[in-house]
């Protein structure tokens, strides 16, 4: 076996994407009402915008906008959690980011499995949002230990899986034959079970405890609860989401619409209640519902630097102090004047964002550029000549408030809970073995990459790309 014979790591990714992506419509048959209308809108864009077309094409995005899509899925235990990290390294999907949602009364904290570096995210952008339930938050004992207990005797690999990623390690990749049962053998892991491996009367307390809970510990797996596609107007989507029978949530997560999108703006459809069984004592099932699967559509812009994202968080801020969103949607267009009115101060021009310093962009010689031989100049200069472009890098990551906006809204609104606010990103590393990619230092490496490859094909004066 030779390394040659091996699949690319993005092409076992496209591939279980897909798999996933299919998989997922046939479970839950809106998924597939709001894909096909994220791919009438954004068709509809595209042909209205031909700049925006036009900026897709030369920075490689259009063919993945169709194909882009994330999934969620919560652990149970820190064995799991650090058994996906290989698993989706076998796909080149590496942890980036911590994210804390104690603070939002949700008794977990996750990472996003995404791949890293500009080329592999454009060949498939797949990522799946991952959570790890945290039983220190449970005040109860004995029900925090009766979990634990249900946790440690599940499996929710199959021995195919487990060999295959073994395999992936020992000889640095898989061939085509083996790639194809890994990504058969891994998909087991995120089905649907309706059958719990818990007693209703467990289900029960441990739903009263916390939704979340209950959905982690009771099943045997941690199916994906929801796989996300990208559009280019989610506004557009949202409206006309309930003409195609699909209701959603009351407001879009995130920024207000602009011009030029910063980070990401989501919005869901609430979760679906599904029958499910439970296992009594004497070994019989009792039928009952469980809700946890929902539908979710986004709209990702331009990564904000730390200085973009402090001020796009004090704006937020500002706007939820003045109008907080209620859930029945009663005064959501208070609450959208309330965050476009805060938001103004948030340059909405790609260069002034630049020029201040608040967005990440990617550089590149223009076509006139490439034909200089020497360009004397500076970066500033060049671009105003028309010699060099810059492009915004998109958000490949998340939002701790819209997250936990989406985990509300499907938790039931009701749900709201106080936990202590305990970020712990090096119990979670602990737990993942590993470190968290931080996502600020991604993004400035791909920009820097670029201005480096412009200046050493232009060799324009390096102060500029300061
Ligand atoms: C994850 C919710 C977070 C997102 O897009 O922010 C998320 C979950 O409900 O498990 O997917
Ligand atoms: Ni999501």
């Not at 990702?300 to 200085?307: C, S, V, W």
């Not at 006139?368 to 100049?377: A, F, H, L, P």
Request: aromatic fraction near 8%; proline fraction near 4%.
């Amino acid at each position: 076996m030779t390394q040659s014979d091996f699949i690319t790591s993005d092409s076992i990714r496209s591939d279980f994407s897909a798999a996933m992506s299919a998989m997922y419509r046939d479970e839950v048959p809106a998924y597939g009402t709001l894909m096909r209308l994220v791919a009438r809108v954004n068709e509809e864009v595209l042909a209205a915008d031909p700049e925006m077309r036009e900026r897709l094409a030369v920075t490689d995005s259009l063919e993945r906008i169709s194909e882009e899509r994330h999934g969620a899925i919560r652990l149970g235990t820190a064995q799991e959690l650090s058994t996906m990290r290989r698993v989706f390294a076998v796909m080149g999907m590496h942890p980036v980011g911590y994210y804390d949602l104690s603070t939002a009364g949700v008794p977990v904290h996750s990472t996003a499995f995404r791949p890293v570096g500009d080329a592999r995210l454009k060949i498939n952008p797949f990522r799946v949002f991952t959570s790890l339930l945290r039983l220190d938050l449970i005040k109860d004992e004995v029900l925090r230990n009766e979990a634990a207990d249900v946790l440690s005797k599940r499996k929710i690999f199959t021995d195919g899986a487990l060999a295959l990623v073994e395999k992936a390690e020992r000889q640095g990749g898989l061939d085509r034959q083996d790639a194809e049962r890994f990504v058969e053998e891994v998909l087991q892991t995120f089905r649907w079970h309706d059958k719990a491996i818990v007693s209703a009367d467990m289900y029960e307390r441990l739903h009263n405890a916390h939704r979340l809970i209950a959905d982690v510990v009771s099943f045997k797996g941690p199916h994906i609860n929801h796989l996300t596609p990208r559009t280019l107007d989610i506004d557009q989507v949202q409206e006309r989401m309930p003409g195609e029978g699909i209701a959603p949530k009351a407001i879009v997560e995130g920024p207000p619409a602009r011009r030029c999108p910063i980070l990401l703006r989501q919005t869901s459809f609430k979760a679906l209640e599904e029958a499910v069984s439970f296992r009594d004592a004497g070994g019989s099932w009792r039928s009952g519902s469980h809700t946890a699967r929902f539908g979710e559509i986004e709209q990702r812009g331009i990564a904000l630097t730390p200085k973009g994202r402090a001020l796009y968080d004090r704006l937020l801020n500002e706007a939820r102090q003045r109008c907080r969103p209620a859930a029945d949607g009663s005064n959501t267009s208070e609450y959208e004047a309330a965050l476009a009115e805060a938001f103004r101060a948030f340059p909405d021009d790609w260069n002034a964002i630049r020029r201040h310093g608040l967005g990440y962009f990617t550089y590149s010689l223009t076509a006139e550029g490439q034909r200089r031989k020497r360009i004397d100049m500076d970066l500033e200069a060049a671009i105003d000549a028309g010699l060099v472009r810059f492009d915004p890098i998109v958000y490949e990551d998340f939002l701790p408030v819209s997250a936990a906006g989406i985990f509300q809204s499907n938790l039931g609104d009701d749900a709201t809970q106080e936990f202590v606010a305990s970020p712990n990103q090096k119990m979670f590393e602990r737990e993942l073995g590993a470190t968290v990619l931080d996502e600020f230092t991604h993004y400035a490496g791909i920009m820097r990459a670029s201005l480096d490859r412009c200046l050493r094909h232009g060799g324009f004066a390096a102060a500029a790309a300061e």
